[in-house]
């Protein structure tokens, strides 16, 4: 299982950035599929989750703000970043949670000018 994410660049506060993240591999058995994040400096954290039925969940920090989606196939992930902050600068990354295991893909970076 290969996971590729793409999309992240600058952009500045309060304006938009989706991110893809591409999924490749044998992924039958899916419990969720993620999005985290890396500021600099700190830990990493998560930001948002859409679960097997198509739930989503979301850190309070970005409630409101992103959106998690993902097509039919579930082969591509995404996340629409609306009214971003400088605080949401950060390293982002895309994790399957597949048959109880975890996969993630190389980080994106993001970058949120005042």
């Known amino acids: 299982v290969q996971l590729q994410a793409s999309g992240g660049g600058l952009v500045q506060a309060g304006g938009s950035l989706r991110l893809s993240c591409a999924v490749s591999?044998?992924?039958?058995?899916?419990?969720?599929m993620r999005w985290y994040r890396q500021p600099p400096g700190k830990q990493r954290e998560w930001v948002a989750a859409?679960?097997?039925?198509?739930?989503?969940n979301y850190a309070d920090s970005v409630k409101g703000r992103f959106t998690i989606s993902r097509d039919n196939a579930k082969t591509t992930l995404y996340l629409q970043m609306n009214s971003p902050k400088p605080e949401d600068t950060a390293v982002y990354y895309c994790?399957?949670?597949?048959?109880?295991?975890?996969?993630w893909g190389k980080g994106t970076q993001v970058t949120v000018s005042s």
């Open positions: 994790n399957l949670l597949l048959r109880g295991e975890n996969y």
């Open positions: 591999g044998t992924i039958f058995g899916i419990n969720a």
């Open positions: 859409i679960l097997t039925v198509g739930n989503t």
